[in-house]
């Protein structure tokens, strides 16, 4: 689908055109496939990345679709004579006034593409040539929006429809730790690197990430994003100091260093893996099952970036954990948030600063540490937010007014179950449970219990409550007097 509508984009006369598809959604394969049909008519296509890493995984999906091509990146001499080359955008930006002007250029991580950089020097150069942009995360820093270089935008499926089609894994999210990023300054449209590795490199927040890992993923595979090169040396010297085999890559590695690097950690012999950028973008790494946030970002495109690293699917991974001790998704949304994509510079603006006057509502619950959209109940562990106030709340449909504090403890209890039931009920059903009505009769009975425990014997209960109790949440919540 998508890449018919790339297709159908250059049919009606766009010259540039950027495909949108989440990390994981088969950017490479899209763009290979457009690759193969180009070539098959005799015409010349340049594929540009900027790290080694990605101009393998290129490689390989064309060798995968039976394409012949040339590859040119540092250490490689000369220009490639077959119709496809994958190049290094920084080796070709030295070599432009050499290299034969190709029908089609193909950018993967364009959301780096600006007129004043490498992947703009590149497209200056062949202006006549048509320009395909690949990227998960269409937006920039500096607000100025992707349209300075292309004039028509491809947006494939969400990570929820991909996510719900099983080509994505789906995430549960914590956000054990939050930092206090008052003082924190912003350059170049997000932190000051120096000042945030002061702040996240604190025994608080290194040693809530190991102990939280330890609690709600012990032993899976995880990514631990930091802020700087020694930032994810100290994080990952924390997590040996607990036991775990831990183990830090950044861009200043030998390659071969890195790569025993990264199959010791596919093979399970590192269970955490700490990086800076280096793994935040182009790396297929499926086996990663935990993503360990420990970078505060304004940026929404790094954010998605790095959260994408953890949700690709893989033999025996049922869903991917993320720990979020940096503030991100309060500060950007959950990944699987629908997002309006747009190349208007000026849509971008508006919308960034209508953010940071009202950030996205989610809520973490103080017992589990489940981040959540704005419920009334924790669709994790069940825990019941105290009201505050007046406010209204949208339960199967139907807009039910709850009453303030003072007023909700004077109420009848059966509306409060009733309450609750209707807004489990709902939980139920997205998580996919079999009979989300009887989870829901059977969180509202523990709760219950819990509560009445403190006010006589337990002896004289059933599972905490009387069969008396039960029968009466049951006929109030379920609507009829079968036993429960």
Not at 3 to 11: G, K, L, M, P
Not at 320 to 333: E, M, P, S, V, W
Not at 401 to 406: E, G, I, L, N, P
Request: glycine share 8%.
């Amino acid at each position: 689908m998508s890449v018919e509508a790339v297709r159908d984009s250059f049919r009606a006369g766009k010259r540039r055109t950027l495909l949108v598809l989440p990390t994981g959604g088969g950017k490479t394969i899209c763009f290979s496939y457009i690759a193969a049909g180009v070539a098959q008519n005799k015409k010349r296509v340049l594929i540009i990345a900027h790290r080694r890493e990605l101009l393998r995984q290129i490689s390989k999906a064309l060798t995968d679709v039976g394409v012949p091509h040339g590859m040119m990146m540092g250490g490689s001499t000369g220009i490639p004579k077959a119709n496809v080359v994958v190049a290094s955008v920084f080796t070709l930006a030295n070599r432009l006034k050499h290299f034969p002007e190709p029908d089609m250029i193909i950018g993967d991580e364009a959301h780096h593409f600006t007129p004043e950089s490498s992947w703009g020097k590149v497209i200056k150069a062949f202006p006549k040539a048509r320009v395909l942009g690949v990227t998960a995360t269409p937006e920039r820093l500096d607000g100025k929006g992707l349209g300075v270089l292309f004039d028509d935008m491809v947006v494939g499926p969400t990570v929820a429809e991909l996510t719900e089609q099983e080509y994505l894994s789906p995430a549960d999210v914590y956000a054990p730790s939050k930092p206090d990023m008052e003082g924190i300054h912003s350059r170049m449209g997000d932190f000051v690197k120096s000042e945030l590795e002061k702040l996240m490199d604190r025994p608080s927040i290194t040693g809530s990430a190991v102990a939280h890992y330890t609690k709600l993923a012990p032993g899976k595979k995880a990514i631990a994003f930091c802020v700087s090169v020694k930032h994810a040396q100290m994080v990952a010297e924390d997590f040996r100091n607990a036991g775990y085999a831990s183990y830090h890559i950044d861009g200043g590695m030998k390659e071969k260093e890195r790569d025993t690097v990264l199959k010791d950690f596919e093979a399970g012999k590192i269970q955490i893996l700490t990086s800076c950028d280096l793994v935040s973008e182009g790396f297929d790494l499926p086996a990663v099952e935990v993503a360990i946030l420990l970078r505060p970002t304004q940026s929404l495109s790094l954010y998605l970036q790095q959260c994408g690293r953890a949700i690709r699917p893989a033999p025996g991974k049922d869903k991917t954990i993320i720990l979020d001790h940096a503030g991100n998704t309060a500060r950007h949304g959950f990944i699987d948030e629908p997002r309006d994509w747009t190349l208007d510079p000026d849509i971008i603006k508006q919308r960034r600063a209508a953010a940071k006057e009202k950030p996205p509502e989610v809520r973490t619950c103080p017992d589990c540490f489940a981040v959540h959209a704005t419920l009334p109940v924790c669709p994790k562990c069940g825990h019941v937010y105290e009201i505050k106030g007046r406010e209204i709340l949208e339960l199967a449909g139907e807009l039910v007014q709850v009453s303030s504090a003072t007023e909700a403890r004077s109420s009848a209890e059966e509306t409060d179950w009733k309450r609750r039931f209707d807004v489990l009920s709902m939980v139920g059903r997205k998580r996919g449970y079999k009979s989300p009505q009887k989870w829901a009769f059977n969180v509202i009975c523990g709760q219950e219990a819990t509560r009445l425990a403190k006010l006589r014997n337990a002896n004289q209960t059933t599972n905490g409550l009387t069969l008396e109790e039960r029968q009466r949440i049951w006929t109030m919540t379920m609507g009829r007097t079968a036993r429960a």
